[in-house]
């Protein structure tokens, strides 16, 4: 068995994407359902064994998503957690569930705090979220008035992570596709389109940029937030071998050079509105996360610079406009 995605092509019948869901159910085929996972079984089971229901006194405005534990819910606590521990590693959050405090490896919220009051006021708009993982950035989208909050992002016991929630609440505007960028028609509709913590690890950054900017509508808004190196509008590092001991880095620039990079794709009105220092209080190993994390991936001699000498993690969130 595998998560089924019916209540996304039911939810979005009557919206703009009802036009996308063939393309998407095609993708959905070959890459999803096409693909079994290893581990699906052993996910199967801990999912059901965790309650369901249909709690609404849930604020998606809170920095840690949180799902109370109803009065008249009588829970054992130490199977709870058991079975919500059967999906790590949880790397995005933090997370409540029914009296369970999930400490994610990356304070997520406080990327949000950075973010959000450089961006257009999402109340009633449509946001699209690449590289989503567990969806805890699309419930915070919903608790900033977003209308619809489509995540995709192929991993798949973020998936599972994301139905834990998905299963506690009533009907909301939040779906997680299980798929690539690449995967996704152009939809050339989205009002906003977030990007986070995924350019580095494109091989073609120009290509990854067109992509985001084929799912906006015109006038809409880019949010992308990427690791960056200091410099000038000319600087840009490319790894030799791996970046903070991770193999997936491609292309890390200046924000001055990721500047022009968007406009030359055409993006209007570009900006930096925040740079920011990855802090170990920020990312770090926790008993929900306990594989290596940020103070493993540095220089134990010196803080500023990766294992393999290079600048520490430095994260830069640019704002940009597709034009009318």
Request: hydrophobic share 40%.
């Amino acid at each position: 068995m595998t998560i089924s995605l019916d209540a996304f092509f039911a939810a979005t019948k009557d919206s703009f994407l009802a036009d996308f869901h063939a393309p998407l159910a095609a993708a959905l085929q070959q890459h999803y359902y096409g693909k079994p996972h290893g581990r699906t079984a052993e996910w199967d089971t801990a999912l059901a064994a965790l309650p369901t229901g249909n709690i609404e006194a849930v604020d998606f405005s809170q920095s840690r998503m949180s799902i109370p534990k109803p009065d008249d819910w009588h829970l054992d606590a130490v199977e709870l957690k058991r079975n919500l521990m059967a999906f790590k590693p949880w790397r995005k959050g933090p997370w409540h569930h029914l009296g369970i405090d999930i400490d994610t490896e990356w304070r997520s919220d406080w990327k949000w705090q950075r973010i959000a009051p450089h961006i257009s006021d999402l109340t009633g708009r449509n946001v699209l979220d690449i590289g989503t993982g567990n969806g805890y950035f699309l419930y915070r989208m919903l608790g900033a008035g977003a209308n619809l909050a489509i995540g995709v992002d192929p991993t798949r016991i973020f998936l599972y992570q994301f139905a834990v929630a998905q299963q506690l609440l009533p009907a909301n505007g939040a779906h997680l596709l299980p798929l690539r960028s690449e995967h996704l028609p152009a939809f050339k509709a989205f009002d906003t389109v977030f990007c986070l913590g995924v350019l580095y690890h494109r091989r073609s950054p120009v290509d990854h940029i067109q992509e985001l900017m084929s799912y906006l509508r015109p006038g809409g808004e880019l949010v992308l937030e990427t690791l960056v190196v200091p410099g000038d509008e000319y600087t840009m590092l490319v790894p030799q071998d791996r970046y903070a001991k991770m193999a997936n880095v491609w292309f890390l620039p200046s924000t001055a050079a990721l500047e022009n990079l968007l406009r030359r794709v055409g993006f209007q009105d570009v900006r930096t509105v925040d740079v920011n220092k990855t802090s170990l209080d920020e990312q770090q190993a926790t008993e929900w996360m306990t594989f290596h994390s940020l103070e493993q991936f540095l220089d134990p001699d010196n803080p500023d610079l990766t294992a393999e000498g290079y600048p520490a993690p430095l994260r830069a969130t640019l704002v940009a406009t597709k034009p009318e």
